[in-house]
C-alpha cells in the first residue's frame, strides 16, 4: 500500500498511460477526506463518553440540585426508594456491598491472575504458552449473564453444601464469579507488562546465579511494577462496573454483610433491577440515574489510576 | 482468511438489518401489548391463541416492567399496557396531560401470590399476621423455630426471606396485602428480579421462604396455604378458592391483573380486549394458572 505512489510516479514518468497520473490525483484529493474520517472516529470516542455523562448528569441534576439528602444518601443503611409516603434513599449499605464484594473478588483475582501471568510469560513454553493464551481469552468471552448463571445454580448449591451457609447466592459466590471474570483481563495485561522487560535483566540476573523464583521475585516484578498495577486496576474496573453476573450471584439482599456466606446488593445491580419499573421522571429514577454517577465516578477514578500508572511506565522507558 | 470475517459480517449486519424491517412492521398494522413482567407469559399466551384464530391479527408482546408498559402508553408507543399494579395518580396525570383522554382499566384476571417454602419444610400453613411478622420491618419471627419448625431438618434456623425488587408490583402488592398500607419491608431480604427466580432459588435453598404467583411453581417447592390469623385453618391457594369472594373463604393473597388503554379501545385493540375477556382468551388465563374473570367453558 505504501509504495503505491512511487509506482505511479514512475508509471507516469514512463508516460505509458494518463490513467495512473489520474488515479494519483484522485487519491491526493481524497487523502484529507480520509484523514478527516479517521479524526472523526478518534473524536467519537471522547464524544460519546461526555455524551453518555452529559446523559446520565442531566436525568440526576433536578435530585442533586437540593431534593436529595446527600448526608442521608452516603450514611444511611435505609433504601426504601418506593416507600409510602416518605421514600428513604441511603445507599451506604448498597456503597459497602459493592467494595466488599470487590475487595474480596481481587483478594482471589490478584494472585491467580499474576500467578497466571507469571507463568505463562515466563515457565511455560511455546505450545503450552498458545494453549494457555487461547483459552484465558475464551474465558474473557463469556458473557456475564452466563457466569452469573453458573453462579446461581451452579456455585450456589455448592457453597450451601460445603460451608453449610443458610443461602447460596452470596458475598462469596459474587466475588468468586467476578475474580473469575476479571482473572483473564489481569493475565493478558500483566503479561504483556512482563514481556516488556528487557531480556538482558533476565540474563544479567542469570549469569550473577539467580534461580527462577529469584528472577520472577526480585527482578521482573521490581521492573514490571506499573504494568502489573494497571492490570491489577483494570481487573478492578472490570469487577466494580460489572452488573448481571453480581445481580444473579449476590443475592441481591441490602444489609451490611457479616460474614463472607451473608448475601449482599451492589450499586449497579440496583439500578439494573429497578430502573425498568421506576416510573420515568420520578424522584426514584433520578436516584438511580445519581447512583449511576457513583458508579461512573468511581470506575473513573480507577481507570484514571491505572491510565496514570501505565503513562508512568512510558516515561521510566523514555528516561 | 481476511475475506471469511469480512463477508460474515456483512450477512450479520444484513440480516439485522432484515430483521429490524420485518420486526418493525407488525408494530404498524398490528396491536402491541408492553408492560408487566408477571403478565408476559400470559400476554405471549394470548397473542398466539389470537393469532391461530385470526391470522390477520398481529399482537406484539413485550416485558420490561409495569412502569415501562405504562410509559409507553403515555408516549402512544403502544396502544395495551399490562399492569400487575394499579396506574399511580401521576401516571393518571401524564396521560391526561399527553394524551387529553382518560387511561381506562381492565380487569382480565386475577392472580393468587402463593407463599412457597422448600419441599423439606414441613410448615403446612401459615398465618398473614405471621407473614407480616416475617417480613415486616421490626418483625419479630427471625427464625423457623419461632414457627415450630425443627431447624435440623432445614440445615438452618434462620428464616431465609426473599422478595422482589422494590419496583414490581409483585412485592408493592405482597407489601399492602400483608404489612398493610403504613407498614414497610424489614431490610436484607434477598430481592430477586422475576417471578421465576423467587421460586426457583426457593427450591435451591431449604431455609427459605419466599412469595411469587401461583402458576410459577417447581418442583422442589411447596405452596402454603394461608390463614388471616393464627389459628384459623388456612386457605389453599387454588383457582377456585382465588375466585370466591376474600370474607367468603376466598384466598386473601389475590389480585387482579389489568391491562390499560388510554380512551376506550378502537377497532384491532377492542377486538382482542374483547376476546381476551371471553371464553378463548378466559381459557389461557386458566391454563397458565392464573384466575379467570369470566366462564372460560
Same mark, same amino acid.
Given at each position: ?17 494518463? &490513467? ?27 464524544? &460519546? ?72 510469560? /515466563? ?105 502489573? &498495577? ?90 | ?95 391526561? /396531560? ?30 398473614? /399476621? ?91 417447592? $411447596? ?21 370466591? $369472594? ?41 391454563? &397458565? ?9
Amino acid at each position: 500500500m505504501n509504495d503505491r505512489p512511487t509506482t505511479n510516479r514512475r508509471a507516469t514518468k514512463r508516460g505509458r498511460s494518463r &490513467l495512473h497520473a489520474i488515479l494519483q490525483v484522485v487519491l491526493d484529493r481524497t487523502e484529507p477526506a480520509v484523514e478527516w474520517l479517521i479524526q472523526l472516529c478518534g473524536w467519537s470516542a471522547i464524544l &460519546l463518553v461526555f455524551g453518555i455523562f452529559f446523559f446520565v448528569f442531566r436525568e440526576a441534576l433536578p435530585m442533586l440540585s437540593g431534593k436529595l439528602n446527600l448526608t442521608e444518601f452516603f450514611t444511611s443503611l435505609e433504601w426504601r426508594p418506593t416507600a409510602e409516603p416518605v421514600p428513604h434513599y441511603g445507599i451506604l449499605a448498597l456503597l459497602v456491598g459493592t467494595i466488599s464484594v470487590t475487595g474480596l473478588a481481587m483478594l482471589m483475582a490478584v494472585p491467580l491472575g499474576l500467578g497466571a501471568a507469571v507463568y505463562i510469560s /515466563e515457565f511455560s513454553s511455546g505450545r503450552m504458552r498458545e494453549i494457555l493464551k487461547v483459552l484465558i481469552e475464551l474465558l474473557a468471552a463469556i458473557p456475564s449473564v452466563v457466569w452469573g448463571f453458573i453462579g446461581y445454580m451452579v456455585l450456589g448449591p455448592i457453597i450451601i453444601r460445603l460451608t453449610g451457609a443458610p443461602v447460596g447466592v452470596n458475598l462469596l459466590n459474587g466475588s468468586i464469579i467476578l475474580a473469575l471474570m476479571s482473572v483473564p483481563i489481569i493475565v493478558s495485561v500483566g503479561e504483556d507488562a512482563l514481556k516488556a522487560v528487557p531480556d538482558s535483566y533476565r540474563e544479567a540476573a542469570l549469569s550473577l546465579g539467580a534461580s527462577r523464583w529469584e528472577i520472577v521475585y526480585r527482578v521482573l516484578f521490581p521492573a514490571a511494577k506499573n504494568g502489573l &498495577l494497571a492490570a491489577v486496576l483494570l481487573g478492578v474496573g472490570r469487577a466494580i462496573g460489572e452488573t448481571m453476573a453480581v445481580l444473579m450471584a449476590t443475592g441481591h439482599a441490602i444489609q451490611i454483610p457479616h460474614s463472607l456466606v451473608d448475601p449482599i446488593r451492589t450499586l449497579t445491580a440496583t439500578i439494573a433491577a429497578e430502573l425498568g419499573e421506576a416510573v420515568q421522571g420520578e424522584p426514584h429514577y433520578r436516584v438511580l440515574f445519581v447512583i449511576g454517577l457513583v458508579v461512573f465516578v468511581l470506575t473513573f477514578i480507577v481507570n484514571l489510576t491505572a491510565d496514570l500508572v501505565v503513562k508512568g511506565i512510558r516515561n521510566e522507558r523514555a528516561v | 482468511m481476511n475475506m471469511l470475517p469480512r463477508n460474515w459480517f456483512g450477512w450479520l449486519a444484513g440480516s439485522l438489518l432484515l430483521g429490524a424491517m420485518v420486526g418493525c412492521r407488525p408494530a404498524a398494522e398490528g396491536v402491541c401489548v408492553e408492560g408487566s413482567d408477571t403478565m408476559v407469559n400470559l400476554a405471549q399466551g394470548w397473542a398466539e391463541n389470537y393469532h391461530a384464530t385470526h391470522p390477520e391479527a398481529m399482537i406484539q408482546v413485550s416485558g420490561g416492567g409495569t412502569g415501562v408498559g405504562i410509559a409507553s402508553l403515555v408516549d402512544g408507543n403502544c396502544e395495551i399496557a399490562s399492569a400487575s399494579r394499579k396506574m399511580k395518580e401521576k401516571e393518571n396525570e401524564r396521560v391526561r /396531560e399527553k394524551r387529553h383522554m382518560e387511561p381506562i382499566e381492565h380487569v382480565v384476571g386475577y392472580d393468587a401470590l402463593a407463599v412457597y417454602v422448600h419441599k423439606d419444610n414441613p410448615l403446612e400453613s401459615i398465618s398473614i /399476621e405471621e407473614l407480616a411478622e416475617i417480613y415486616g420491618q421490626g418483625g419479630r419471627i427471625t427464625c423457623w423455630s419461632q414457627l415450630g419448625v425443627e431447624p435440623k431438618l432445614l440445615r438452618n434456623d434462620t428464616i431465609i426471606r426473599i422478595s422482589r425488587q422494590n419496583s414490581s408490583g409483585t412485592y408493592v402488592y405482597f407489601r399492602e396485602a400483608v404489612m398493610g398500607k403504613t407498614r414497610d419491608y424489614k431490610l436484607g431480604s434477598i430481592d430477586q428480579n422475576g417471578s421465576v427466580d423467587v421460586v426457583a432459588l426457593v427450591a435451591n435453598t431449604p431455609s427459605a421462604i419466599g412469595y411469587s404467583g401461583m402458576g410459577y411453581s417447581l418442583p422442589g417447592v $411447596k405452596m402454603l396455604k394461608i390463614s388471616k390469623h393464627k389459628g384459623v385453618p388456612g386457605i389453599a391457594p387454588t383457582v377456585e378458592n382465588a375466585k370466591k $369472594k376474600k370474607n367468603e373463604g376466598g384466598y386473601p393473597i389475590t389480585r387482579p391483573l389489568l391491562l390499560y388503554t388510554v380512551g376506550q379501545p378502537k377497532e384491532k385493540a377492542k377486538q382482542f380486549l374483547d376476546w381476551i375477556l371471553d371464553k378463548p382468551g378466559q381459557k389461557v388465563v386458566v391454563e &397458565l394458572g392464573y384466575v379467570p374473570v369470566a366462564p372460560y367453558e
